[in-house]
């Protein structure tokens, strides 16, 4: 058992020999993203959480200005779908051992990578600002609600589901289990670490927005850069992540307000 | 002269104290060739190598001319190679169609259109165009083998490596998986690994014969054929001297090995030689 596992090891490293030193082609990584953003919004898992996503909404629409039914809805439908559906993504190619065949072909492993990442972004990101908008729209109706709906809750929203689909691929990068989106998901609830991640501040809170918004572009270079960093460790790659990676901490440092959100 | 399009020459690739390859070395050009060898040959491990998925530890090896351990070599051989894994994985989730059109994207075919056709060509020759929208965990074991092949027919490489591909298939599928490959073969590469001796008899030109990852034999099928010629007889009864013996259909056994005085010697089979050169390891697996 421990020779094969040993042994498994060995052909894998063997095989990382053999891999492709050259840089992805734009076209190649397009034309898979169709692919991927595809099965994304298809996924099965994406489309449950959509559905309740869908409800949550529905349910913030007369809730008496409770803005959680809101933030929840998205939370839980494009967040929590996104994140899951673009790891099992990242995750495929080794789920369904075509990493021997796709080591024949001319593109690099980071194709893949860099496909799911703008899969992510195609798919659930465009549809978070869609739904965004036409969240907004309609809860501007509701006169409790309307004053917490801005134009920074309108951009976080893409931007958080953003973060969290390429905080996915890293994962599924670098922890390649199903199991590890699930219980990541699970641990930012139980733990606490739901206010270390990207979320989504309504301006009443207090944060500093213009903060809190280059906390989540920089965690999503972070994020990006890691996934990518996984296949192939260039300079830049990890000039970029280094630098993103001050840019995040000191954003997140300084976004909360004196005394802490409201 | 020209450069044979695959160059083997004294590789060597151990997996900690296993020694899958032992200094195998042979040249193969135009034309099908037959790798033949029972389980733990070596066979694929030589060709994943020829696949540029894993490196040699000791040797050389060049493909089309070029040296797969340098990257922008490497990469120019991708570009031209068809590659059919033992083992190939698909996404089960993915339609037929879809998968092949994956692969094909990978294989940097951009032009959506062009590529859909091509993809839709490559399907219909390995007669899968009505079953393309089926998702493949919905396909039998042998019409995924036929995406595998699909897949690695795209493009329509110089060189193409398959492993093991009529593995699975039916007696029907089988033949026609042979067209294909005979079509293919008059001015491209093809290197064919397999258990089946028959699939060697009837579509190679050439045939190696590997065990123990070593090469035992380079050569025809005829040639191999020839290796059991004077030592392949029929009786009524099991030979006891004999090398390997089985009973056959009409009640007789099939002895192979030195044949005593007086025997009914018979004409012998590519089967025949290689079961003669691999001996009971071989026998074994055919038995199995």
Request: proline letters at 5%; charged letters at 20%.
């Amino acid at each position: 058992m421990v020779t094969s596992v040993r042994a498994s090891v060995r052909e894998a490293r063997a095989l990382a020999t053999q891999a492709s030193d050259r840089l992805p082609s734009p076209r190649v990584v397009l034309a898979l993203a169709g692919i991927e953003t595809r099965k994304i919004l298809v996924h099965p898992v994406f489309l449950g959480t959509m559905g309740v996503c869908a409800l949550f909404i529905t349910r913030a629409v007369g809730s008496n200005g409770n803005i959680g039914w809101l933030v929840g809805g998205i939370a839980v439908g494009l967040v929590a779908g996104g994140f899951i559906s673009a790891s099992l993504a990242t995750q495929r190619a080794r789920r369904d051992r075509v990493l021997e065949l796709f080591g024949s072909l001319p593109a690099p492993a980071e194709t893949r990578t860099a496909a799911v990442l703008l899969g992510g972004l195609f798919g659930p990101v465009v549809l978070a600002s869609l739904l965004g908008v036409i969240g907004g729209a309609a809860l501007e109706a509701d006169a409790k609600i309307a004053p917490y709906v801005d134009l920074s809750l309108l951009v976080q929203i893409p931007l958080t589901v953003a973060a969290m689909c390429a905080l996915a691929v890293a994962l599924g990068r670098w922890i390649p289990s199903p199991v590890t989106a699930p219980v990541v998901l699970v641990a930012q609830v139980m733990t606490g670490l739901v206010w270390v991640i990207p979320w989504v501040a309504p301006t009443s809170s207090g944060i500093r927005m213009g903060r809190h918004v280059t906390y989540l572009v920089s965690f999503i270079v972070v994020a990006s850069a890691a996934a990518l960093v996984r296949d192939r460790r260039t300079l830049l790659r990890l000039i970029v992540a280094g630098l993103a990676l001050a840019l995040m901490a000191g954003a997140a440092a300084t976004q909360l307000p004196p005394g802490g959100l409201r | 002269m020209s450069i044979p399009t695959v160059q083997v020459s004294g590789i060597e690739k151990s997996f900690l104290r296993t020694r899958a390859l032992a200094g195998v070395t042979f040249d193969a050009d135009a034309g099908i060739t037959g790798m033949l060898g029972p389980n733990g040959a070596g066979k694929t491990t030589l060709l994943r190598m020829m696949a540029t998925v894993l490196a040699p530890d000791a040797g050389q090896l060049r493909m089309l001319g070029w040296d797969p351990g340098k990257p922008d070599e490497r990469l120019a051989i991708r570009r031209r190679l068809g590659y059919m894994p033992q083992e190939p994985g698909f996404h089960r989730n993915f339609t037929a169609f879809e998968f092949v059109d994956y692969v094909a994207i990978l294989k940097e075919m951009v032009d959506r259109r062009a590529r859909h056709d091509e993809v839709r060509r490559v399907l219909e020759l390995v007669g899968l165009e009505g079953v393309s929208g089926r998702k493949i965990k919905a396909l039998s074991g042998g019409m995924r083998r036929r995406v595998a092949l699909a897949q690695a027919l795209l493009g329509d490489p110089d060189l193409l490596v398959l492993d093991e591909p009529t593995a699975g298939l039916d007696p029907e599928q089988r033949l026609r998986f042979r067209e294909i490959v005979s079509e293919r073969s008059t001015d491209r590469t093809v290197i064919l690994s397999t258990h089946q001796t028959e699939d060697v008899a009837a579509l190679c030109p050439r045939v190696v014969v590997m065990n123990e990852g070593r090469t035992l034999f380079d050569g025809t099928p005829k040639e191999l054929a020839d290796v059991a010629r004077g030592r392949v007889w029929l009786a009524a009864e099991r030979a006891p001297d004999a090398h390997l013996s089985w009973r056959t259909g009409d009640g007789r056994h099939r002895n192979i090995g030195s044949a005593p005085s007086g025997a009914e010697l018979v004409e012998p089979t590519v089967e025949d030689g290689y079961l003669l050169l691999v001996g009971t390891k071989a026998f074994d697996e055919e038995a199995a």
